[in-house]
């Protein structure tokens, strides 16, 4: 990596410098303790039973995004993060990826929250799985020849990825799908930079719908 900041990619830039910068505060807080479930959950960690006593506690659905458990959980995804990130924002511009980011991983996250209450999770995999469903989507919509060829690596990815998930113990499967879910439905949503028509209106109108209607519903139901 020449530098850590890059100018053309601000979002990804700054989601390294905030993820990597909340670690070394849980390094030099907690010492050898910076991966307990202690201290996973007084950094923002999701844990669904506190949010269930605590309802005031639904901020843990984005900050999780940003808490990691150990050095090689936070290095397997910041890696990743820095190169799918700059793909994905080149794609759909800084804005709607910032927006991508968030709510993949918000709709991960209540995924938990609704599934594996009573199981501490945290890490941005499940916005990355977002990044990387979104461009699996918009291979099937767009006439990109480069999204195309993007979309059907991430698809090869992503189809690993899940089945390492299943045969790792640990590994949040609900989060990792639930932000593919949402990262599905948030490219149906933004439309991007040359294909703005390559969903309807109306295609749009029902993705924000189901996205809706799946948080909300995942919300009642995990109560």
Avoid: C
Avoid at 92 to 114: D, P, Q, R, T
């Amino acid at each position: 990596m020449k530098e850590l900041f890059d100018k053309r990619y601000p979002v990804t830039s700054s989601l390294l410098i905030v993820s990597i910068f909340i670690f070394l505060i849980m390094f030099l807080m907690r010492g050898t303790d910076y991966a307990s479930g202690q201290t996973l959950y007084d950094f923002g960690a999701m844990y669904g039973l506190a949010i269930r006593t605590f309802p005031n506690q639904l901020w843990r659905l984005i900050s999780a995004i940003f808490v990691h458990i150990g050095f090689e959980h936070l290095l397997m995804n910041m890696v990743t993060l820095y190169f799918l990130g700059r793909q994905v924002e080149g794609i759909f511009g800084s804005k709607k990826f910032l927006i991508l980011y968030l709510f993949s991983g918000l709709m991960g996250n209540v995924a938990v929250f609704l599934w594996t209450p009573n199981v501490i999770a945290a890490g941005a995999s499940t916005s990355l799985y977002g990044l990387f469903a979104s461009i699996i989507v918009l291979r099937y919509a767009v006439n990109n020849p480069y999204i195309q060829q993007l979309g059907q690596s991430y698809l090869i990815l992503f189809v690993l990825n899940v089945g390492f998930s299943l045969m790792m113990p640990g590994i949040s499967l609900a989060g990792h799908l639930g932000g593919a879910i949402g990262g599905a439905l948030l490219a149906v949503l933004l439309p991007i930079r040359g294909e703005r028509y390559a969903y309807s209106s109306w295609q749009r109108i029902l993705a924000l719908l189901v996205y809706l209607l799946l948080f909300i519903g995942s919300i009642f139901l995990g109560f």
